[in-house]
């Protein structure tokens, strides 16, 4: 197959800067960045705070001494108070998909909006979009960054849309199929829903026209890739982004597959230890910091994004010089800590995967009836799975136990259940239900 | 002479059972006999029918996991001592049994065994052998209108 999976194929030249004119570049919008934000009323607090003066930014690795932004930081300036144009300015708002807590507002000017769509373009272009192609974007419209970002990317490369949005999902298939979408565009646990009714209407995948998906705004696993692939006949690619840097578009997979390529003309990465905030060892798991270099409206300064990953330098095959960040595995706050081992929902997802290829529908319960922690792991049984004969369930059973364990380091009592019994998701899946936590709001 | 059997996936609650059950009535499909193994936690109900495509259609659509696997069915002598002497054969032969139940159907003096064996094709030979009638699924369903 050699070292691509589809045609390499670059949609802006500037993929490939050379790394010393790249990081010139990066220079030089840094210092236009603090610019524009030296009159906001937050940065200018923050800044003084740190005893540090736009001035005093001469180098890139000069960055490091201005502090960070969180998340806290743009709710306690709710709703536009890190706003660095007029009103008159802003073109759209979008909104944090409040998956924690109170949404946040970002502002867009109509530069913002070209550049957007233009880094939607870049990964689209790199995971197989052509402009003869349709694509079906089932991400939801609103304020959710998804739908809109990847709409006028696919635009900005000259495909057809079909805006179909979130939910009812055999009327998504009929889409898929009479209008013979050629790319999927959702969050990759909608994905598995999708390929699961596919079955159940008794639709062979292969009737509809699918070649590529590109799925985002969740974490998700190599494996469940494979299965998605297997299940849909289609190549899938990954692509990262958040409301709060620009939304979808920050990075993104090329045909090598081998991490997504961080668009670092528009945004500088740092990978700090979520503890110290020092930066993570090279080839460590550490969170993503990200300064945004182009925007108008709201440039954000060293942002701490809360995701989990692992950054690698090395040159990648398809010619583009963005650092690669490899899979989110999670993310700070959804680290779950049991018996003081930090688990994250995807490593039971992959440990799931592991077992039998089964569809990833589970539920993670956990609580602590006397002084330990304890794990329930709800799993759904498919038709594939079952076995008439006791034993090979129970040694079902077992086995994800020991991939759980093998994975995580922690003991889960797991449970079989009925298929179609625990709740899907259109949107972003909410698969933890840790009951320690509603012990101590009470 | 092996004849379907249908396996359901059920979790140990409070009305699992009926479920199905219902599905299959509303289908018009009769059930011959079934079996229950169970757990704590969850049970597989394993069912004898006449239409078994039929009903595993009804039941997948209903939305329940279904399995369906070949079974060994044997008429035996309604009288003490039936069962004994069919499975002195099966041991003989050195034939797993996974599990076995046992129902009277349409035949008088007659009950018939429901085998789930390891190697059924061994079994179906060595049973043939001494005369043991292996009931075909017609058959069966037959005798049991």
Known sequence: ???????????????????????????????????RVAEVPFYKEAFTKAGVSPDDIKTLDDLRRLPFTTKADLRDHYPLGFLAVGRDRVARFHGSSGTTGKPTFVAYTKEDLSTWADLCARFLVSGGLRPEHTVHIAFGYGLFTGGFGLHYGVERVGAAVVPAAAGNTRRQIMLLKDLAA???????????????????????????????AHFGA?????????????????????????????GPGVSGECAARNGMHIQEDHFIVECVDPETLEP?????????????????????????TRDIAQLDPS??????????????????????????????????????????????????????????????????????????????????????????????????????????????????????LDHRTEKNDA | MKIKQLSVFLENKPGR????????????????????????????????????????????????????????????????????????????????IEYMYAFTFGRKD?????????????????????????????ELYDSAD
């Not at chain 1, 565009?185 to 590529?212: N, Q, R, W």
């Not at chain 1, 299940?231 to 709060?244: H, I, P, Q, V």
């Not at chain 2, 065994?113 to 699924?137: H, S």
């Open chain 2, 17 to 96: 059972l009926s479920e199905p059950c219902h599905t299959l009535a509303k289908a018009g499909v009769n059930i011959l006999t079934l079996s229950l193994a169970d757990t704590q936690q969850f049970g597989i109900m394993r069912l004898i029918v006449k239409e078994p495509e039929k009903a595993r259609d009804v039941l997948t659509q209903s939305g329940c996991v279904v399995k369906v696997t070949e079974v060994v069915a044997v008429e035996v002598e309604d009288r003490p001592g039936g069962l004994a002497d069919i499975l002195e054969i099966i041991e003989a032969a050195d034939i797993s």
């Open chain 1, 280 to 304: 993570a060892q090279p080839g460590c798991q550490g969170e993503l910091v990200f300064t945004s270099l182009t925007k108008q409206a709201m440039p954000i300064i060293r942002y701490r």
């Open chain 1, 315 to 432: 040159p990648c095959a398809c010619g583009r010089t963005g650092i690669r960040m490899d899979r989110v595995v999670g993310r700070t706050d959804d680290m779950l800590i049991i018996r003081g081992v930090n688990v994250f929902p995807s490593q039971i997802e992959e440990a799931l995967l592991r077992v039998e290829g089964t569809a990833p529908h589970y539920l993670i319960e956990i609580g602590r009836p006397e002084t330990l922690d304890e794990v329930k792991v709800h799993v759904e049984v498919r038709s594939k799975d079952l076995s008439d004969k006791m034993s090979h369930m129970q040694a079902l059973r077992d086995r994800i136990g020991q991939e759980i364990h093998s994975i995580t380091g922690i003991h889960a009592d797991v449970y079989l259940v009925e298929p179609q019994t625990l709740e899907r998701f259109v949107g972003k899946a909410k698969r933890v």
């Open chain 1, 182 to 212: 050629d790319v999927l565009v959702c969050t990759p646990s909608y994905a598995l829903t999708i390929a699961e009714t596919v079955g159940a209407m008794g639709i062979d995948p292969k009737e509809l026209s699918l070649k590529f």
């Open chain 2, 110 to 138: 007659k009950a018939a065994l429901v085998f789930r064996f390891d190697d059924p094709d061994k079994a179906i030979d060595v049973l043939q052998d001494k005369g043991v009638n292996v009931i075909g699924g017609v």
């Open chain 1, 1 to 35: 197959m050699g070292e691509f999976v589809t045609e390499n194929r670059i949609w802006d030249p500037a993929e490939t800067m050379p790394h010393d004119e790249l990081r010139a570049l990066q220079l030089e919008r840094l210092v236009q960045t603090l610019a």
């Open chain 1, 218 to 246: 969740e974490p998700w696993t190599e494996d469940m890739r494979a299965q998605i692939e297997a299940d849909m006949g289609l190549l899938a690619f990954n692509n990262y982004g958040l409301s709060e840097v620009i």
